[in-house]
């Protein structure tokens, strides 16, 4: 089938309304009009609106906020609280110990606490005003080349209205080129067309491999009366329980407004335990005596997961190609330690708008003229901040207590420790066999939690809360290149992990009632947009495309 699509042309366009890409077009914007040049910019994002596909923790560091715009408060930035003290806790299966100090990195003093959701919005809303045209519900489905096959002209959006067998239906309605001089790429860790980018001209080629966490999260209503009347603490991070020492991660919980808190888990998807679920280790942090005497009597209000990037600075990608640039978690710009990318985020995409305006002053677009942004990055204060962390999650994917002693060099040695630029595994090949043979073997070893429908609920409630919808009738976002490969050596030698690392339930493997033959059933419509399966899938099987803009999360509070 030919079909004939619709071409719009902009100076720029920006990928995804995140923190990195907002910050960036706002400050392009401002900066534009300085000079008093006019420029057209687009910003496109999958999600039906700005902001509902944004989850983070979230404490923000103001740092570039305050750069960006200085009367941030004045212009109605929504913040949910200030930090007005915080926690650092280790938890054992039944007690919780206080730590005395908070580590350096951990600091949250001065910081605010947000809904990533409700700023981004806000963000959205800046942008526009300043002249952006921001366009929702439209993902960006293919990289667009010129004719040397590898200057990017600008990205093809999805399709619409495409039935399961993958024909046309009477709604169809093309997806459109949009073509800009320099295209953002801003679409979050494990981005879709980076990874299309990638495939075509090695920006990564030479880095440390990026390695991945997955953040579960969930937004509480909370009785009036409730811990933080009376605690000084309003932001609290645990270790340990329920991860023990060999799979890193953590738990977090910050106040929100309106008698609400933010609570989650973060898991290193470098563990080797494949029968490890990650869904159920949330609801055991939950159930911790610490956790659960924080939250009962309350009610998920929201639930979501994503991935985060944690490699830090070595996995940095070239920042720059001919037509293009990379911003934010896509190009691995978070402070690992501290476990914050919304101001690196956005730091990265100002900086990029930086050099975007510089390309225009000199009228190319190059990857030699927009790699001022590389530049502007080297001397500012987000590589020094990603530098600190440079071997952290390295040190983290090492064994205890090997892991702590590197972690303690770091720590005193500014974050060079006993190797600098330490190596680490992808995720996807960390995953041991299972010991006896079969999947029955550990099973009892994650024992499923009784759900109360209220405080503690299950995968599909979990789905329901964070607001997920996709077209029931449209070809199958998750691309699994062999399904035998999933049904025989996959289940045989891991018991089938994707049934258990996708907090969605979108991996199911059933026996077919008349050949008794096992089968994979994917269930796409329960897709979070985390993107842990493509990363943690240890044969490299599953590919993770948009499916049609303006499905998924609804996320309005998270
Ligand atoms: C559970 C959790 C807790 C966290 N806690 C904190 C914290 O407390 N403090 C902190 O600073 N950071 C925190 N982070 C990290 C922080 O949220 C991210 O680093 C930050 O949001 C990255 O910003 P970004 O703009 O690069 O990407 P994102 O925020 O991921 O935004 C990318 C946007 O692009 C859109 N998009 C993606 N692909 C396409 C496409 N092809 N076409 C169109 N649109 C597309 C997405 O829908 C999304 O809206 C946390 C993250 C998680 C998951």
New binding site residues.
């Given amino acids: 089938m030919t079909t004939t699509r619709e071409q719009i042309a902009f100076d720029v366009l920006f ?8 910050a960036g077009a706002v400050h392009l914007m401002q900066l534009a009009k300085r000079r008093n040049l006019n420029l057209e910019v687009a910003l ?4 039906a609106e700005v902001g509902s ?9 103001p740092i570039a906020l305050k750069e960006l715009m200085p009367g941030y408060r004045e212009a109605g930035c929504p913040i949910e609280k200030e930090v007005r003290g915080e926690a650092f806790c280790v938890l054992t299966e039944k007690s919780c110990f206080s730590v005395p100090f908070v580590p350096k990195y951990m600091r949250n003093q001065g910081f605010h606490i947000i809904s ?1 959701s409700k700023f ?1 919005r806000w963000l959205g809303a800046v942008a526009e005003d300043l002249g952006v045209n921001v366009f929702p519900g ?4 293919e990289v667009l080349y010129g004719q040397d096959d590898k200057t990017v002209i600008g990205i093809r959006t999805g399709d619409k209205g495409i039935g399961k067998d993958g024909k046309p239906k009477a709604n169809f309605e093309p997806g459109i080129d949009i073509l800009a001089k320099v295209t953002v790429l ?4 494990q ?3 980076l990874g299309q980018m990638e495939r075509k001209l090695s920006l990564f080629a030479g880095q440390v491999p990026q390695t991945f966490e997955t ?3 969930e937004v509480i209503q909370l009785p009036e009366k409730n811990y933080f009347t009376s605690s000084a603490a309003n932001t609290i991070h645990t270790l340990g329980y329920p991860l023990g020492l060999d799979t890193h991660g953590g738990g ?1 919980i ?1 106040e929100m407004k309106d008698n609400r808190l933010a609570l ?1 888990l ?1 898991v290193g998807l470098g563990y080797g335990d494949p029968m490890l679920d990650l869904y159920e280790e949330f609801m055991r942090f939950k159930k911790h005596p610490f956790v659960w005497d924080l939250i009962t009597n309350g009610r998920v209000v929201e639930q979501g ?4 990037g944690n490699g830090g600075y070595f996995t940095v990608p070239r920042l720059a190609v001919d037509g293009a640039v990379v ?4 190009a691995s ?2 402070n690992a330690p501290g ?7 956005m730091k990265s ?1 100002m900086l990029a708008a930086e050099a975007i305006l510089e390309a225009f002053s000199k009228g190319r677009f190059t990857q030699e003229a927009l790699a001022h942004y590389h530049d502007l990055f080297e001397s500012s204060w987000l590589k020094k901040e990603l530098y600190v962390g440079r071997n952290f999650a390295q040190a983290l994917s090492r064994k205890a207590p090997l892991k702590f002693i590197h972690l303690g060099v770091q720590y005193l040695t500014g974050g060079r420790g006993l190797f600098d630029r330490m190596s680490i595994e992808k995720d996807a090949k960390t995953l041991r066999p299972l010991k006896h043979g079969g999947p029955e073997t550990s099973r009892n070893k994650y024992a499923r939690h009784d759900y109360d429908d209220a405080l503690l609920v299950d995968k599909l409630t979990g789905v329901y809360l964070s607001k997920t919808q996709h077209r029931e009738d449209q070809p199958c976002h998750l691309v699994v290149h062999d399904r035998d490969l999933c049904v025989n050596e996959c289940f045989e030698i891991y018991g089938s992990p994707c049934t258990r690392f996708c907090p969605g339930n979108v991996y199911e493997i059933e026996v077919e009632e008349k050949t008794q033959k096992r089968r994979l059933k994917l269930n796409p419509s329960n897709c979070l ?1 985390c993107k842990t399966c493509e990363i943690k899938d240890p044969y490299g099987n599953i590919t993770w495309t ?1 499916p049609e ?1 303006g499905d ?1 999360p609804g996320y309005t509070v998270a």
């Fill in positions: 990928v995804g309304a995140g923190p990195a890409n907002l496109i994002e999958k999600g596909h944004a989850l983070s923790g979230a404490v923000l560091n990533l981004v439209f993902a960006g489905q801003g679409e979050g860790a981005g879709a067309l953040g579960m999260k977090f910050y989650g973060v997961a994503r991935v985060i911003v934010g978690a896509s710009m978070l476990l914050k990318g919304i101001h690196t985020a995409g947009h948009c803009g998924g």
